[in-house]
T-cell receptor, first 109, second 115 residues
Framework: SQQGEEDPQALSIQEGENATMNCSYK?????LQWYRQNSGRGLVHLIL?????REKHSGRLRVTLDTSKKSSSLLITASRAADTASYFC?????????FGQGTRLTINP | KAGVTQTPRYLIKTRGQQVTLSCSPI?????VSWYQQTPGQGLQFLFE???????NKGNFPGRFSGRQFSNSRSEMNVSTLELGDSALYLC??????????????FGPGTRLLVL
């Protein structure tokens, strides 16, 4: 399969804690993107990091990219109940987006 | 701007039937991609259309087809439905000028159940 892998598959933390999700991909990329999905609905784009970037921030989100290891991580700081969702990384080469299997994040009040 | 819209939202069909799903991209977006999401296989790319031409295609059988109209609206068709086609079908559009590289804006999806 061309799909990437995400780790962990599920993560449960307390509100206010930080959440870290990891993603690995298989082919060379132009960019890597992270998406959020709530309960089987459509995906929401969170952040995009280009292959020549190593780190990017957006609000409470921090993404890192290591092209030598073909891996990325998403850090959500100061988590909130509304962050409960599934998070997917998606690697993009010359053409299509290839999604990982996702991490199911649960924020406990 | 209105977001990506998909119709219908839910659909129940029986094996052997065919189905057509519709997607209207964000105004001004000319690229439309389709994905299938299942618990077992995750999110898989079906195809992408740009300016009424199929630009990319995923690894799905020929029963899955699509098209795009001059107003950028897109349809996908699945013929001879199988139980395994039960899935959430997601459509996404992307901003012009990105050459397909960049954020995808997803619709709410069509949930198809094949009995």
């Amino acid at each position: 399969s061309q799909q990437g892998e995400e780790d962990p598959q599920a993560l449960s933390i307390q509100e206010g804690e930080n959440a870290t999700m990891n993603c690995s991909y298989k082919t060379s990329i132009n960019n890597l993107q992270w998406y959020r999905q709530n309960s089987g609905r459509g995906l929401v784009h969170l952040i995009l990091i280009r292959s020549n970037e190593r780190e990017k921030h957006s609000g409470r989100l921090r993404v890192t990219l290591d092209t030598s290891k073909k891996s990325s991580s998403l850090l959500i700081t100061a988590s909130r109940a509304a962050d409960t969702a599934s998070y997917f990384c998606a690697s993009q080469g010359a053409q299509k987006l290839v999604f990982g299997q996702g991490t199911r994040l649960t924020i406990n009040p | 701007k209105a977001g990506v819209t998909q119709t219908p939202r839910y659909l129940i069909k029986t094996r052997g039937q065919q189905v057509t799903l519709s997607c209207s991209p964000i105004s001004g977006h000319r690229s439309v991609s389709w994905y299938q999401q299942t618990p077992g296989q995750g999110l898989q790319f079906l195809f992408e259309y740009f300016s009424e031409t199929q630009r990319n295609k995923g690894n799905f059988p020929g029963r899955f087809s699509g098209r795009q109209f001059s107003n950028s609206r897109s349809e996908m068709n699945v013929s001879t439905l199988e139980l395994g086609d039960s899935a959430l079908y997601l459509c996404a559009s992307s901003s012009p000028g990105t050459g397909g590289q960049g954020a995808q804006y997803f619709g709410p999806g069509t949930r198809l159940l094949v009995l």
